[in-house]
Every structure is written in C-alpha cells, then in structure tokens.
DNA sequence: GGACGCATGTAATAGGTTACATGATTAC
DNA sequence: GTAATCATGTAACCTATTACATGCGTCC
C-alpha cells in the first residue's frame, strides 16, 4: 500500500548505495554514516533521500534486508546485495557516459569579482583557499591512515580498497589544485593592489 | 496575469545572468548562446530555465529590458543591468558561502572499479581521459586567444575580461589534473592486468 | 522542399534539500 | 534536566532537465 513512485532506472544514488553494500552489509543508518564522508569523494546524500532509495533497490531485488531486534536500541534492517544487485552495479561501472559540466558558485562569483572591492576580493579568495586547505590536510591524512593500515592485498586491481585508492588520488589533486589556484588569485590580487 | 511564482532570493543562475549583463546588453537568446561556454567555465544552464529566470530579475527591479523591432527576423528583448542589478551582483560577490562537496558521476563508477574487467575498465579510463584532453585543448585555445588579442587593460583587476581570465585558470588545471589523474589509474591498470 | 538560424516561451517530471516527526537509552 | 546516539522515516519545496510548442526568413 505504499504510495512510493517506481522509477525504472536506478539513479547515481542507487549505485552508490549498491557500491557501499558491495563491501558490506549495512542499515540504513550505517550508510547514513559511511555517506557523511561522500562516497568516492564525489558522492553525498541526506537521510530523507537515503531511506527511500534504499527501498527502491529493495523493490527492485537488487538488496534483500533482515530486520535485526537490538535491546537497549531501536531495531534495525541490515541490508545486503543480491547477485542481480551486484551484477546491475557491475554492468553501469563500464557503461559509456559522458562527463557533464560542473557548477560550482565560487568560479561564478570570481567571475563578477572586478565588481568588488579588491581588499573585500582578496579576503574572500583566502577564506576559500583555508576551506581547500582543510580538505587536503583530511584527505592526506586518510592517505596516511591507508599506507600505514593497508595490507599489500590492497593493491590488487579487484579489491575495493584499490578503488577507494584511486578516487582518494582524485580527491587530494582536486584540492590541492583548487588551494592552489586561490593562493594564485591572492597573489595577483595583491600585486594589482600595489600598483 | 502571469502564474510565475515570485522568489525571494536570487539563484546562482541569476548571478550568472546578471555577471554576463554586467558586460552587455544582451537578450534572451544572446545570453543562451553566451552559456554554450559555460559562465566562468563553470555554470550552465538551458534556454527553458534562462527566460523565466530574465524574467524574475526584471519582476525584480534588477534588469530592465527594451523591445527591439526587427526587419526579416523576430522582434527581440534587449536586457540591460540596472544600478539596483549592478549592487545585488556585487553585495554577491564578497558574501561569505562555503565551497559544497561537488558530486561526480565517475568518481562513484571508479569507487566500485573493482568489480569490473580490467580491460573495459581500461577502456572506460581511456575514454574519458579523451574527453578532459579534448577539454583542455580547447581552453588552451581559449587561452591562446585571449594573450593574441587582448590590451594590456585587461590585467586590471577592475577588468571583466581578468575576471574570466582567473576563471579560465581554474578550468585548465581542472582538466589538466583529470586527465593527469586519468593516465595515471590507466597505468595503474595496466601494470596490474600484467601481473 | 527541407534544414538551419533567429527568437520566445510553457509543461511535465526528476532529483535533491530543508524541515517535520517520533521515541528509547546513555552520558554529563 | 539536557544533549547526544541509535534508528527510521514523511512532507513540502526548489532547481534543473527533457519534451513540447510556434513561426518567419534564408540558404542549399
């Protein structure tokens, strides 16, 4: 009797979800927390987007779930991937797609930065290179935590942690890019200023 | 008479329209062509979301627009900023935002890799290192272009044409890390299949 | 005769965010 | 007592995409 809406194809979420579950059986709440770092790097969700879809790839037969009775805790549905949910994650990881253009606000305010006032434009510029700063420093030291605890089964090609590996690569190169073209900016700001 | 919905605050897509007025008048159709090229290499939108929202602005005091007659082609409506549109863009500019966590489709594909046969993983790592060196060449004829032609009043940092200059900066070495991060999982894979 | 460019929009739908909603147990 | 953790959801709203809709003039 549900009034959830069926939608024929599974959406980036979805596959995100089936990759978590790929490695492990998770609740709802678990991939909740394991969402809080985005998946991949590049991939984040709420909760209130989080349960509903979980409940699609149910309905779609790509997870089946246990209800698991806890004491002293509300009980939980331990979800886990079916054969068909592995092979659907399987077949969409080589499908062919194009990359899309990215939004990203910060690159449209720089945009109509000659409008601003070039001291209010050079702070602006430092906060967000702090903010990219941050970022690098997390992610180095989650590099850091995977070289120490890591054994060298990790670096097999079919092994997850391969794959996490890889996106993390991606993570630490977009934010250090990204530090240092604000630290770029600043510097060109503040050599305009002084002229 | 209009059913349009009146909104309180601007959307980014607003700043962008304004950020592209702020340099010309332009119409509606003008503006569609000029986001081809993504606004500051980094926004986009289609026509269906630019004329309501030119619309918005105008219902907003932000924009006024002129009907301009034409001979042997349709009449058009020529947007232009007004002072009240100029401040909102630049009140914008400096207003403090924290950069959001940016969602990438191939990343989540790269997150669940390990799934996949190597050699179409391969193959899909390939192709879209193509597409990001197919982006970088052409900012890198944007580039190009910009050092041929433009004076030497478009370092000023009161210049819209630095403005896009930064932005363009950022969009190089975007695609230039991609790619760079694109050969180097190819290789990775490469030397894991031959193991 | 048909495709393309100029020019302006609307309608339906999907995806994602924010706010709403509940309730027990544990730690301070 | 009050905040945090565990645990699961729903409702309302906003943004963006895809498809629909029209019509004239020019070029091949």
Known sequence: MSAMRRRLTIIPL????LGLLARDSLSGYDVIRRMEEPVGFFWHARRSQIYP????L???GLVVYVVVAQEDRPDKK???LTP?????????VTRPSRPPLDRDEFMLKIYSIWLADPQQALALV???EGYHAERLARYQAIEAEMERDWPPAARRLDS???????????????????????RWLAEALEAGMSQ
């Open 160 to 182: 997850p942690k391969f794959a996490a590996y890889a996106t993390l690569r991606r993570g630490l190169e977009y934010e250090r890019g990204y530090a240092a073209w604000c």
């Open 126 to 128: 430092r906060t967000h």
């Open 14 to 17: 979805g596959y995100a979800l």
């Open 58 to 60: 149910e309905q779609a």
């Open 84 to 92: 068909a949910g592995r092979e659907a994650l399987r077949e969409w």
């Open 53 to 56: 879809e979980l409940a699609r």
């Open 78 to 80: 331990v979800y886990t």
